[in-house]
């Protein structure tokens, strides 16, 4: 698969990047590269191999949802610096 420079010069218009000739020229040879190396991993026989979005297995972890005792809300509030009516009382900020 060969890339042309008017076809970099179409993606560097979508991204919106001015790019100079000799970036384009650059960019057409790495971009030639990368889909060169492509076509190569495209001649393997990948018929037997699952598809995978990722190299080994993900599970989550997860603990069972227990209710534990809480702690009284008198000491909770005792080490506030400003309590009112049993909550924290904090500066308003919206007027």
């Known amino acids: 698969m060969k890339i042309t ?12 990047l ?5 970036e384009k020229t650059l960019f057409t040879q790495q971009l ?12 393997l026989d990948t018929a037997n191999v699952p598809p995978t979005s990722h190299v080994i297995p993900l599970e989550n ?3 069972e949802d227990e ?6 809300p008198e000491e909770v509030l005792s ?3 400003e309590s009112e009516n049993s909550f924290f009382a904090v500066p308003r900020v919206i007027e």
Not at 6 to 12: G, L, T, W
Not at 18 to 22: A, F, G, I, P, T
Not at 32 to 43: A, C, G, V
């Open 18 to 22: 001015k790019l100079s000739d000799e």
């Open 61 to 63: 972890v997860m603990r």
């Open 32 to 43: 030639d590269s990368i889909l060169l190396y492509i076509d190569k991993l495209n001649e």
């Open 67 to 72: 209710a534990k005792p809480s702690y009284p």
């Open 5 to 16: 420079i008017s076809e970099v010069e179409y993606v560097a218009k979508l991204a919106r």
């Open 79 to 81: 080490i506030a610096p």
